[in-house]
């Protein structure tokens, strides 16, 4: 699925760009941060990537199409991605998550950490990798960013029920995303992405949203 995601999310972001130029907004007046999260199978350096927030589209594609599927083991890490949000200083204020494996159980990821031992992950990225499981994580983040809005695309029905979960903790919504056809899911992305964001620009205020949806009536609606 990943080259799937990949031409999904690039594809994505030159839509809202594209509103935000012809209605002589600043390009800059939002900011993108992207993570990738693995298995415990995986190294420390190689559990979590991200790229910091930026405006460039540019630093986002290129950071995008370095990432590579691997370290597969069932359930994710969704975890590391929660600690992150919680260690850094600048907040999201919409997140969005789109994997095809969920968040696995407190009692699975300690089995996990295992294979590298305890010890390795406690010490690793600054004790970046504490043992607190998802919805510990999430809902240190939830209670420290109240308003952050959390939107979810499960690629598969294996990530559905977590994915609903977080979504709804998380103030958002849960959706199925097919990535295997293309140019629904690109739609559907964009219009996610492009009203949630210009939602936020203008304060919880839909006019903005209402502009992009008149002059793109191909692109589904979403809020």
């Known amino acids: 699925c990943l080259n799937q995601c990949k031409i999904v999310i690039q594809q994505t972001i030159p839509a809202l760009v594209s509103f935000l130029k012809k209605n002589n907004m600043d390009t800059d007046s939002f900011e993108i941060s992207t993570m990738a999260y693995r298995q415990y199978n995986a190294p420390a350096d190689a559990i979590l990537e991200y790229c910091s927030f930026t405006s460039n589209e540019n630093e986002l594609t290129n950071f995008i199409h370095s990432v590579d599927a691997d370290y597969g083991w069932g359930a994710e890490a969704v975890e590391v991605a929660f600690k992150q949000l919680n260690r850094q200083k600048k907040k999201p204020n919409i997140v969005i998550l789109m994997a095809d494996a969920p968040a696995h159980s407190k009692q699975e990821m300690k089995r996990k950490r295992q294979r590298r031992g305890d010890q390795y992950w406690n010490d690793a990225r600054d004790g970046l990798f504490t043992d607190l499981d998802w919805k510990e ?87």
Not at 169 to 176: A, L, Q
Not at 178 to 193: E, F, P, R, T, Y
């Open 137 to 223: 994580e999430l809902d240190i983040f939830m209670k420290e960013n109240v308003d952050t809005n959390i939107f979810c695309f499960y690629l598969t029905d294996f990530a559905k029920d977590n994915f609903n979960e977080i979504a709804k903790i998380g103030n958002g919504k849960s959706i199925y995303l097919d990535v295997n056809d293309q140019d629904k899911s690109i739609a559907l992305l964009q219009g996610a992405l492009s009203e949630t964001i210009l939602m936020k620009m203008n304060n919880g205020n839909m006019e903005y949203v209402k502009q992009f949806r008149k002059e793109n009536r191909n692109i589904p609606t979403f809020l």
